[in-house]
């Protein structure tokens, strides 16, 4: 009796991963700041404000280690 063909095992995404980073259009890893949330009535304006944007990580290692936790992230061509 022949076996049946395994099917191929799927690639899973992290999904703290996926909700702490983002990826734009040409390809740039972003991520939030944190102390964002806690005591926030204690901050300056300027310092909240700056908290809201995001900003790119830069590190090598960690782009490979986003990419290797959510893959999914990315463009698929």
């Known amino acids: 009796m022949p076996r049946k063909p395994r099917a191929k095992i799927k690639m ?6 996926a909700k ?6 040409s390809g740039k890893v972003m991520r ?14 300027r310092s909240k404000y700056l908290f809201s944007k995001m900003i790119q990580v830069t590190a ?3 782009i490979r280690k986003v990419r290797r936790l959510a893959p999914n992230l990315w463009k698929q061509d």
């Open 32 to 45: 939030m700041k944190g102390s964002r949330s806690h005591l926030r009535r204690h901050k300056s304006k």
């Open 60 to 62: 090598k290692g960690y």
């Open 12 to 17: 899973k995404t992290h999904k703290g991963t």
């Open 20 to 25: 702490r980073f983002k990826v734009t259009g």
